[in-house]
C-alpha cells in the first residue's frame, strides 16, 4: 500500500540544547511509528521540519505525541526560509580618490 503524499509541514524546535537532543530521539522513534509522516532536520536554522498528509493529522503528532513525550518546551511554527544573496555577472568600478591637500581660499 502507497502511503498518500505529505503536503502540510510545521517547523519545531526544542528551547535547550538538551531539549533539542531529546526532541530528535523522539522525532526519529515517531516516524518509524507512522507511515504517513516525514520527518527531516533543517541544519540551517536549526529546525526539525515535520511533514504530514493534512493539518488534522499534523497536530495530533504534533501536540499530542511531542508534547505528552517531550518534557521540555517545545517551539512550534512556519518553517523558516535561508535567504541567500549571490551575484549574477561580474562587474568592473573605475574611481579615483581626490583629496584635497593644502590650504582652502
Known amino acids: 500500500m502507497k502511503a498518500p503524499p505529505t503536503v502540510v509541514e510545521i ?3 526544542g528551547e535547550k540544547t538538551f531539549d533539542r537532543l531529546r ?3 523522539i522525532v526519529n522513534d515517531m516516524i518509524e ?3 504517513c509522516a516525514t520527518a527531516m532536520h533543517d541544519a ?3 529546525q526539525i521540519l515535520i511533514r ?3 493539518e488534522k493529522h499534523l497536530l495530533v503528532l504534533v501536540v499530542a505525541t511531542l508534547s505528552a513525550k517531550a518534557r521540555g518546551k517545545i517551539v512550534a511554527g512556519s518553517p ?3 535567504y541567500r544573496e549571490a551575484f549574477s555577472k561580474a562587474t568592473e568600478a573605475d574611481y579615483t580618490h581626490k583629496k584635497h ?3 582652502t581660499y
Open 52 to 54: 504530514a498528509t493534512d
Open 80 to 82: 523558516q526560509v535561508a
Open 44 to 46: 540551517e536554522a536549526g
Open 33 to 35: 511509528h507512522d507511515a
Open 11 to 13: 517547523a519545531i524546535e
Open 23 to 25: 526532541l530528535n530521539e
Open 101 to 103: 591637500i593644502g590650504p
